[in-house]
């Protein structure tokens, strides 16, 4: 199956934290290889931001981190319309109300990829709905 990764996830596999499982690692080079990995498109815009921020630093300009991750084999799945109405309305299902997190979770619901998240707030709602499956990116 698929794995969609979210934004704290991608990061952490890129500075090679140590808290990224191996398992896990080789999981995500395989995926690269067959195309069976990606982004919400709000990824980018939230590294973007993070970098803009100073809070993160990319190496190079993020149009330029950008293309370097997609081609590393890495899908973006974009963002339209009914997909932001969605994700707003995972609030009715207890979501919380980050947008970033919210468009997410509903891309994962949509395209039916297993989530990468180390997110508690995420996880506990995905379990308690089962609305999505998840994949833990420590093991």
């Given amino acids: 199956m698929s794995i969609l990764l979210d934004t704290n996830v991608l990061l952490r596999l890129v500075t090679d934290n140590p808290h990224i499982g191996e398992s896990f690692k080789q999981a995500i080079e395989t995926g690269l290889v067959n195309g069976e990995v990606a982004v919400s498109a709000v990824t980018f815009m939230e590294t973007t931001r993070l970098h803009h921020q100073r809070r993160i630093d990319l ?63 995420i996880q506990d709602w995905a379990s308690r709905t089962r609305l999505i499956a998840l994949r833990d990116p420590a093991e």
């Fill in 59 to 121: 190496g190079c300009h993020p149009a330029t981190w950008r293309v370097e991750r997609l081609m590393s084999g890495l899908l973006e799945i974009p963002i339209d319309g009914e997909l932001a109405v969605e994700s707003v309305l995972l609030m009715n299902s207890g979501f919380h109300r980050d947008p970033a997190e919210q468009l997410i979770v509903a891309t994962a619901m949509r395209t039916g990829m297993k989530l990468a998240t180390f997110d508690g707030a």
